[in-house]
């Protein structure tokens, strides 16, 4: 099964607060989860990823938490700002990183942070 | 540095009408490229990739082709457009052998 099943589909937060997005998979294959970030109007930008082999990842205010034994990840947004307010995608990477691996996305999590 | 390129950025087409919108990467070597479509407030759909010159595959049969003439030149064409072709087109990219996959800035297509 090669879906990726994302939510909430959106999300409110107020300033300063903590947003997570959480996502799940069936392939136990896939070997590699990014999030992508979209402004309205831009393409997305790929904000942090993460591999099976580890549980966490911290970048800035943004971590992933991974849970290989549930297939299930999450992003977590610490003091959320009204900068952060976009569209969050999950994603995850199938067949290693060979030329004809494609990823496959979440639907997408519209946040927004309120002042 | 790697960069990567689309236009137009926006473009309003009447049905019926030929298409073609260009990618192009600059700054490293045989990437592997993407196209795909968003529509409005929905998730991304792929629709072809390619692997190297010549060499496209089709995800979602539809009214659209692409074509890679060029190492890092990919276009995605249409002879005639539909009003279901409106939508965001993303041009992404990726080097062989790594994970990592970015997107270029887009081309907001509305077809009339």
């Known amino acids: 099964q090669q879906q990726v099943k994302q939510s909430p589909q959106s999300l409110i937060v107020q300033k300063g607060g903590i947003s997570i997005i959480n996502c799940a998979y069936e392939n136990t294959a896939f070997d590699y989860f990014p999030w992508y970030q979209q402004f309205p109007g831009k393409g997305p930008a790929l904000l942090i990823a993460i591999r099976p082999d580890v549980s966490e990842k911290k970048e800035g205010r943004f971590t992933i938490s991974f849970n290989k034994s549930a297939k299930q990840f999450s992003l977590h947004i610490m003091d959320s700002q009204p900068g952060d307010s976009a569209t969050y995608f999950c994603a995850a990477f199938l067949g290693g990183n060979s030329g004809y691996s494609t990823l496959t996305f979440g639907k997408g999590t519209m946040l927004l942070v309120s002042p | 540095s790697q960069t990567i390129h689309q236009w137009p950025a926006t473009l309003v087409q009447p049905v019926g009408s030929p298409l073609s919108l260009e990618c192009t990467v600059e700054?490293?070597?045989?990437?592997?490229l993407y196209w795909y479509r968003q529509a409005a407030g929905r998730g991304l759909q792929l629709l072809f990739y390619?692997?190297?010159?010549?060499?496209i595959s089709s995800e979602v049969p539809q009214n659209l082709s692409a074509s890679r003439p060029q190492d890092r030149q990919f276009i995605l064409s249409s002879k005639k457009l539909l009003l279901s072709d409106s939508g965001f087109y993303l041009c992404?990219?990726?080097?062989?052998?790594?994970?990592?996959?970015?997107f270029g800035p887009g081309t907001r297509l509305t077809v009339t």
């Open positions: 390619s692997v190297g010159i010549g060499q």
């Open positions: 700054g490293t070597s045989n990437p592997n």
């Open positions: 992404a990219w990726r080097v062989l052998g790594s994970y990592e996959q970015y």
